[in-house]
Structures are given as structure tokens and as C-alpha cells.
């Protein structure tokens, strides 16, 4: 894999936090979120390498929607 | 006379007593001393309270490929070898690498700090970096 550049990173971290958090789900919810977490990032794959503020906006609305699904009340999602 | 040579040969004597043990102790210094003992001393004490030091290269390898043959996204299970790239070889994208890598992290307990884990991209390299780990087991 060539050098990441800074945003690049930033999305792959964004993408292990998402999946850090998913262990704290109970077992059987799991691969859902798992699944949903990367639906969510598929989407927005088409989006060129350049396109900063796509990218970040993103981030951030990953970032929020992160923090909302991290809330302990969420067990499951679909 | 004979009291004179007694207490002669005990004034001879104790002096000699007490300089042994000096110069035991000078000896058993590390300057003094072949280097090779003090740290098999050193090391006994910590080793009495840890458990065996347990991974090998192989058995790391071992784990890791498993791990990856059990990975669904990995297009092409014969490729898997001890040398594989993950996005070359293997056909996984920069996400399945993170997902991967925190597998390997699960695997063996313990946490890759984000820096160290984007620098993981083939299996040698994470078998690497696993037996550089004190506390992966």
C-alpha cells in the first residue's frame, strides 16, 4: 500500500474506532453493526482522493453518528 | 609463650577473616565479575513471576494465516502464505486491512496503536510486530 496521506488516515482511524466501539456490543448485534459500519463507508467510496471537503464533512458525520451509536442504550441495528 | 602464639595467630587471623569477605565482594561487583552471570541473575527474579515467554515465529504465522483463511473478503485462499500482502496478494482493500489488523489484535490481546497498525500491510510484517509485543500471547 502506497503512503497514506493525513485524511486517509483519518478515515481508516475513524473506521477502527467504529469497530472498537462494536466490541462493546452484545455478542449477537455484532455483525450487524459490523455490517452497518461498513455500508455507511462503502457509500461513500466513490468520492475522489482530492475532494477534501467531502472527505471531511464525512468525517465528521461519521464522527457524530459514531458517538450517537456508541450509547449503550443502542443494542442492535438493522 | 604459647598464650603469645595463640593470640599472634589469632591477630594474624582475623584481619585475613574479615578481608575475605571484601574482596568477595569486590569480586561479585559487575566490573569484577564475567559479564554473563549478572544478567542470568537479574533475569531469575522477574521470570519467577511471569508466565514463559510463549510465541514463536511459526506458531504466530500459524495463528495469523488461520485467521486470515477464516476471513471471508480474502479472494484467493492458496495465496495465503507467510509472506502475503494484504491489498496485493490477497485482494483486500485499505478497510479490510484495519479489520485484519484488529482480528490480529484480538487474536493475540493486545492494542495496536493506530500508527503501528497502519504501518501493518502483509503478514511478515504483523508477525513482526506481534513477536516484538512482551504481552501478546
Sequence with gaps: MARLSGLQRDVLSLYRKCLREIRKKPVESR???????????????????????????????????????????????? | ??????????????????????????????IARPAQFTPRFAYQGVRLYSAPAGLNKEEAEGRIVNLLKNFDKVNDASKINGTSHFSNDLGLDSLDTVEVVMAIEEEFSIEIPDKEADAIHSIDKAVEYILAQPDAH
Design chain 1, 31 to 78: 455483525d450487524n453493526f459490523k455490517a452497518y459500519t461498513r455500508a455507511e463507508f462503502q457509500k461513500n467510496i466513490f468520492i475522489g482522493k482530492k475532494d477534501f471537503t467531502a472527505i471531511e464533512y464525512f468525517l465528521r458525520k461519521g464522527q457524530r453518528q459514531l458517538e450517537m451509536y456508541s450509547s449503550p442504550g443502542i443494542r442492535n441495528i438493522r
Design chain 2, 1 to 30: 609463650m604459647l598464650r603469645s602464639a595463640i593470640v599472634r595467630s589469632l591477630r594474624a587471623s582475623v584481619p585475613r577473616a574479615v578481608r575475605t569477605p571484601a574482596s568477595f565482594q569486590i569480586r561479585s561487583s559487575p
